[in-house]
């Protein structure tokens, strides 16, 4: 299965993006400031221009598996190996302030944000635990 988020408007606050699968668009996501990262740069260029808590992940291809989150006490998914992140999750949330370099999927409809995003990553989780079931792995790619 691939997943493949395209960043689409950057703002100094947050970055908002079209999310699909296997090609056909599933729904919009929002995330934390874009700040140019590619998992390809050398991790001191990324420690360099990372702002903890505050930046989008690095574009790139990471694999996704769901496992229980502490925190949201919860299976999520979990994307492995993101270059000077640990525990990216996707999960629900409405604006970058609910994230800390997560991606949280919904509906652009509002200025910022993303509504019915419970709704979405659900719908996200079903689908990729039903690849993860047939034993296919599953990718998200992040695009400019």
Known sequence: MRIRIDRKWKRDAYTIGRLSVNGTYLCDCVEDRDRGLDASMPLSEIRKRKVAGETAIPYGEYEV???????????????????????????????????????????????????NSRYWTDRLIDLIQRALNRRERVWITITR
């Open 65 to 115: 598996l769901i496992t229980l989150s502490p925190r949201f006490r919860r299976k999520l998914p979990i994307l492995l190996n993101v270059p000077c992140y640990e525990g990216v999750r996707i999960h629900p949330g409405n604006t970058a302030a609910d994230s800390a370099g997560c991606i949280l999927p919904g509906l652009n409809k509002v200025v910022g944000g993303v509504v």
